[in-house]
């Protein structure tokens, strides 16, 4: 079994390296600049940081086309620096976690350079190989419209190779045991390096079967309870964070009946539907989208976020759900990609919209989960549409109105900060932002400590409460006899709603606001009537006058 449960109530903070801070001057982020901003990062709240690739890699995936497993990429520094910077997370009381790229190498990698030379080469079988060109090739593409087939002639192996994703990211044939082998080596050396687990990505593509006459592919499960024991076996409260956009009817596949596969999981389902319902004020598929997802184990979680450093996939809601969010968020085709998602940061999704932005935050803080916040999302960072694909929205953070955003020295960083307009570093900053006691910035770092204070979102069982209202979502989370009850309002309009908590022993229970004193008392029949304004949300400790009480005296 697991020694620390230590994620369930973690705050998740990911970022690339390359893009948060240049140290050295030459237009790219390091583990240097890194590290001179954890204070920054622990001032914040985050427990947990989770880096993007940085090994060593051509770059034509964004770091997510790997050369070489165990290394850093020299624009970022060294091993050294990487261990520096681990050093000082753990000073700091942070955890690091990473991502694990193993369905694919770059085509540049050692592995896959000596296996085209030779079908002798001892890593000929470590991909996947074939005569001649499948009749499926064209099936499964995952970047529509940029990919064109799943299946690529190599004129030195006089063969096709398999690709998932693009053609200089062949596919790793992850049955092979060697292959899998490999795989916990590599998590055993970022393991002895300080890091506390892995970010994994594609795991649905990563444990499936591949290869020519593979029709159907199938998922090969035992591979995620090998990759678990590893890593138990290895650092006992280390973990698998999965990046695995699958239906709610396999979610305990992953996780594990008994507990025993993945420890967390992304809830795509749930942040589909959350942005459905920020488009609509609809909150019904969002509740079903929730008790849809409510079974895990004991030990798992869910790890919640509202945008990462992908497109928002939509792929999961009906075509009818698909239209209102783009015309709400991604109207412009230009804002949207592979015919199924949005490319937008989220705030100039939400048009700058400080309640909105709140809204969605306090969503993610109190949603059944773990919180994932994306670099930048603190304080409302823009994106830059003339970027091709993904790269729109991850520009470099913006620190101050010095040139540049502070980000790099170099006149000329790899990648442009975002610059004019509402968005520009010269408006949007760190800086700025940490002198205005109402700033975005000063409201995230409040809401994150009030969020590490309520456990039962991370521990506790929840239930959806009726409002009578479509608008307003409200959860109650119980834990250890402990109570919390969240409100929110999707709608433009004010709305009242007339709500029984249903706690145990909440008849005439004062219900405690958590961020301000507007505090609820119950009438005769022990209803609460509550007023929302316009994209309002409420946190309430159920409790009676003598917890009231208590907190004052504490």
């Not at 306090?362 to 694909?389: A, F, H, N, Q």
């Amino acid at each position: 079994m697991i020694k620390d449960l230590w994620y369930k109530n973690a705050i998740v903070y990911c970022l690339s390296v390359s893009d948060y801070m240049d140290a050295n001057g030459d237009g790219v982020g390091d583990f240097e600049g890194l590290t001179r901003r954890l204070d920054y990062i622990q001032g914040l709240g985050a427990t947990t940081i989770w880096l993007m690739p940085f090994q060593p890699s051509p770059q034509r995936d964004n770091g997510y086309d790997i050369s070489d497993y165990y290394g850093v990429d020299p624009r970022y520094g060294t091993l050294g620096d990487f261990v520096e910077f681990t050093h000082g997370c753990k000073q700091r009381g942070i955890r690091v976690i990473i991502d694990l790229v193993v369905n694919h190498t770059s085509d540049q990698h050692e592995w896959f350079q000596d296996a085209r030379r030779s079908k002798d080469s001892k890593y000929r079988d470590w991909y996947v190989w074939s005569d001649r060109k499948p009749p499926n090739a064209n099936e499964g593409i995952v970047f529509p419209g940029v990919q064109k087939s799943t299946w690529t002639r190599d004129a030195l192996a006089k063969q096709y190779y398999f690709h998932r994703f693009y053609e200089f990211q062949p596919d790793l044939n992850t049955a092979n045991p060697l292959v899998q082998a490999e795989i916990l080596k590599i998590m055993g050396f970022w393991l002895q390096l300080g890091v506390s687990g892995f970010r994994m990505d594609a795991v649905p593509f990563v444990i499936a079967t591949k290869g020519a006459k593979v029709r159907k592919p199938n998922e090969q499960f035992a591979m995620l309870r090998t990759f678990r024991e590893f890593l138990q076996w290895r650092k006992g409260d280390a973990v698998i964070l999965a990046e695995a956009n699958v239906l709610p009817d396999t979610d305990m596949d992953y996780f594990g009946a008994d507990g025993d596969r993945m420890h967390m999981m992304f809830n795509f389902q749930v942040n589909q539907n959350l942005f459905y319902a920020l488009a609509s004020s609809d909150t019904r598929p969002l509740s079903k989208a929730l008790k849809a997802t409510k079974p895990r184990p004991a030990t798992g979680q869910w790890g919640l976020f509202l945008r990462n450093h992908d497109e928002l996939d939509l792929g999961r809601l009906t075509v009818k759900q698909r239209q209102a969010v783009f015309a709400a968020f991604g109207p412009d085709k230009n804002m949207q990609l592979y015919d199924r998602g949005i490319r937008r940061r989220l705030a100039p999704m939400l048009q700058g919209d400080r309640r909105r932005l709140e809204l969605a935050y306090s969503l993610m803080m109190t949603l059944p989960g773990t919180p994932v916040l994306r670099y930048g999302d603190e304080i409302g960072m823009g994106d830059d549409l003339s970027l091709p694909e993904r790269e729109c929205a991850r520009t470099p953070m913006q620190w101050s109105d010095e040139p540049h955003g502070g980000f790099s020295k170099n006149p000329r960083p790899h990648k442009p900060v975002i610059t004019g307009g509402a968005y520009g570093f010269e408006h949007v900053n760190v800086a700025r932002q940490r002198r205005e006691p109402e700033s975005l910035l000063n409201w995230t770092e409040r809401v994150i400590r009030m969020r590490k204070e309520v456990p039962e979102i991370g521990w506790g069982d929840f239930e959806i409460v009726d409002t009578g209202a479509p608008s307003v979502l409200a959860m109650r989370y119980d834990w250890l006899e402990n109570s919390a009850l969240f409100l929110h309002n999707f709608g433009p309009e004010a709305r009242e709603v007339e709500i029984d908590p249903g706690a145990s022993g909440s008849h005439d229970s004062l219900l405690v606001n958590l961020l301000s004193d507007d505090h609820s008392r119950p009438d005769k029949k022990g209803r609460h009537h509550i007023l929302l304004e316009p994209f309002g949300y409420r946190w309430f400790r159920v409790g009676g006058l003598d917890y009231l009480l208590r907190r004052t005296e504490v």
